[in-house]
């Protein structure tokens, strides 16, 4: 359907010929006065020499071009036109003779003060160029520019019109596409508010295409519906269709039914919705008050497209037009060029806000400053600190400036502390954190490129609370340190007063019972002084707390035994410490009792050692072992042992070579 344009070198050619011909013709008219009247010749038929011979000879001129060509009479009914004119409009020569071309071509979305612009200049004689939207035959629309020259006789008499007619359908398509995106791209740098950003796009929709309402509906999170945002619309016949849409909330949808619309649809299948036939009814025979209002508006095709964010659908466009206007298959994609810009400007519209919020009330000072130096906003916690002002210079608030600003141009990796003085404000010396950073996002009432922004954080409270924490740190561990030394003391002070009271007793088995007694103690009271003289008073060294341990017992069983101790670094928690304290404790008492070898030689190896997991220690002596001697089965040590082995979740092996060595391994996390 669509023609080339002619170049403008070709129009001009064809425009003299056709004149040329045209007074060629005006000059036979005499001459040519008994033939019938020219809306009847067949000019096939025609002889050499006569009127028709001439008009064959301006149709030879006509078909040079692909434009469509017509020729009217003075009353303006066609007399002739070209085979680009049939190829254009779908009509036949028979079918437009006689006719006006108004008639036959202009129809119900012709513009009408573009009418009125080509009946005043016909009135007037006068030669017009007009850009206007035509139907074809098939009542497709599509659009044309009428370049009419009217045509005179020797007297200046009006003998009729030629028209040059070019399809530039495809020019204003693409020009209208390239109008539209330019404008709310433009639109949208100046925006400040969501709805002024939707009221540019619907009238740019609506001004620039073919397009004769459009709407925008929200979708507002976590509500189950879109709301009515705006529209716009070219004329007033789309007032109606824009104040039903108002008055409706579309549900997310899969299809197209009442309640759910082409807005629905789009959001619910999260691509572009077109419905054709706009006015048809659904599936289940129902007609939405919009489509009634839509066919008043003589609105007959919608498409909805979806604004797309970085999780769900956003918004809605929504746009309507009289079926089949020119680039209506095209529009679809238009829109979605259209919908990515608006999509853009929503996501940094809320950037900009969650920015203007974090700005105006964070607890520390924020300035944002120019290349200049110079403060292009303050938030209220820097007026309050410093007295800040717009255009005031940053070194009047804070010293060394200019190094701040430095230490941003070479890039210095995280804040820095910094004394600073805050001159002519409400504080006088504090102590500060200040972070500087670039910030390249615009934000609204601020800079539009960009800037720096300088975050002061007022330490002095800060300084105070860790003052204060420490200082209560400080009481606690003086505290927890005399608990744990009068727990020693108390444990010692029993462990003393068994001792005592053994001494006394006659029998020997009685006072090894309580000097064992006495022990176990002395091993307990060891825990609490292991913590007591320690900076961590949760964990305990149990290597340190071994070797006292052995070397104690050692002193008071064994004092002429050898002994040898290797620690790896384990530090345990106290609920750990007194458990294992007693186990080796126990041990160490079976090794020195009755670990000698038949030489009488004493000797004790105690180990502790990290693995995987948890820890083991173990002692071993050269003594004949359990079977041949003491300890012996169901003593108090031994039932000691097995219930702390199944305290600790433990695992305990005994080997007997050349001795015994008891292992205990605990499955225990450590962190030290």
């Not at 975050?455 to 400080?474: F, G, I, K, P, Y």
């Not at 009271?501 to 002395?522: P, Y």
């Not at 707390?545 to 070397?551: D, G, H, K, N, T």
């Not at 000691?640 to 205990?664: C, D, E, H, N």
Request: aromatic share 6%.
């Amino acid at each position: 359907m669509l023609t080339t344009v002619a170049p403008a070198e070709e129009m001009d050619e064809l425009r003299a010929a056709l004149a040329r011909a045209t007074r060629r013709v005006a000059e036979l008219e005499q001459q040519a006065s008994a033939l019938p009247d020219a809306a009847s010749v067949q000019l096939e038929h025609q002889e050499p020499g006569s009127v028709g011979r001439q008009l064959e000879m301006l149709a030879a001129v006509a078909r040079r071009t692909g434009n469509a060509v017509i020729a009217t009479d003075p009353l303006g009914r066609i007399e002739w036109v070209n085979d680009g004119f049939t190829r254009l409009t779908g009509f036949t020569r028979d079918e437009v003779i006689g006719q006006r071309p108004g008639h036959i071509l202009q129809g119900p979305d012709t513009a009408a003060a573009t009418v009125a612009v080509m009946a005043k200049a016909i009135a007037e004689r006068r030669p017009f160029i007009v850009e206007v939207l035509n139907y074809t035959k098939a009542l497709a629309q599509y659009w044309v520019r009428v370049d009419a020259q009217p045509t005179l006789d020797r007297d200046g008499k009006l003998t009729g019109y030629i028209a040059l007619e070019t399809d530039v359908s495809e020019q204003r398509i693409a020009s209208g596409r390239e109008e539209v995106t330019r404008r709310v791209g433009e639109a949208l740098l100046d925006c400040g508010s969501i709805e002024d950003a939707a009221s540019h796009i619907v009238h740019a929709l609506t001004s620039t295409l073919d397009v004769r309402a459009a709407q925008i509906w929200l979708v507002d999170p976590g509500q189950p519906h879109l709301r009515y945002l705006t529209g716009a619309c070219a004329d007033d016949d789309g007032k109606d269709w824009l104040a039903s849409g108002s008055r409706h909330t579309f549900e997310r949808g899969y299809d197209w039914v009442v309640g759910v619309g082409a807005p629905g649809t789009a959001w619910g299948t999260r691509r572009p919705c077109v419905k054709s036939d706009f006015w048809a009814a659904d599936a289940n025979g129902q007609v939405s008050r919009r489509a009634e209002a839509g066919q008043r508006a003589r609105i007959r095709t919608v498409c909805a497209v979806p604004v797309l964010g970085s999780d769900d659908v956003m918004a809605v466009i929504e746009i309507g037009g009289s079926h089949n206007f020119p680039g209506h298959e095209q529009l679809p994609s238009l829109v979605e060029r259209i919908a990515q810009q608006f999509a853009s400007f929503l996501l940094q519209h809320s950037s900009r806000q969650a920015f203007e919020a974090l700005f105006r009330h964070s607890p520390d000072a924020l300035l944002l400053v120019d290349d200049a130096g110079r403060i292009a906003r303050a938030n209220a916690r820097a007026i309050d600190l410093f007295g800040a002002d717009d255009g005031r210079r940053l070194g009047e608030l804070l010293d060394d400036a200019d190094g701040l600003l430095d230490s941003l141009a070479t890039a210095s990796a995280g804040p820095a502390i910094y004394k600073r003085q805050g001159l002519g404000g409400t504080v006088g010396s504090f102590s500060a954190e200040v972070t500087v950073s670039k910030m390249t996002m615009g934000v609204p009432g601020a800079l539009a490129g960009p800037s720096t922004i300088i975050a002061v954080r007022d330490l002095t409270e800060r300084h105070r609370a860790e003052e204060a924490l420490q200082r209560s740190l400080d009481e606690k561990l003086t505290l927890m340190q005399e608990v744990h030394h009068r727990v020693k003391n108390n444990l010692q002070i029993i462990s003393s007063l068994v001792a005592m009271q053994a001494s006394e007793l006659q029998s020997a088995e009685v006072r090894a019972a309580l000097q064992d007694t006495s022990n176990r103690i002395q091993s307990m009271a060891l825990v609490h002084q292991e913590i007591y003289g320690s900076d961590d008073l949760s964990r305990v060294r149990l290597g340190d707390y071994a070797r006292r341990l052995c070397m104690s017992l050692a002193a008071s069983l064994a004092p002429d035994a050898t002994l040898d101790f290797d620690a790896e670094v384990v530090e345990v928690p106290i609920a750990l410490a007194v458990p294992c304290g007693l186990v080796l404790n126990e041990l160490l008492t079976n090794a020195f009792k009755y670990g000698r070898d038949s030489t009488g030689r004493c000797a004790v190896k105690t180990r502790i050692e990290r693995m995987q997991g948890g820890f083991a220690f173990s002692v071993s002596d050269e003594g004949p072992g359990y079977l041949e001697d003491l300890p012996r089965k169901g003593s108090i040590g031994q039932t000691l042992i097995k219930a702390l082995v199944r305290q600790l979740r433990a695992k305990r092996t005994v080997t007997f070579s050349g001795g015994t060595l008891v292992r205990i391994e605990v499955p225990a996390e450590l962190t030290g």
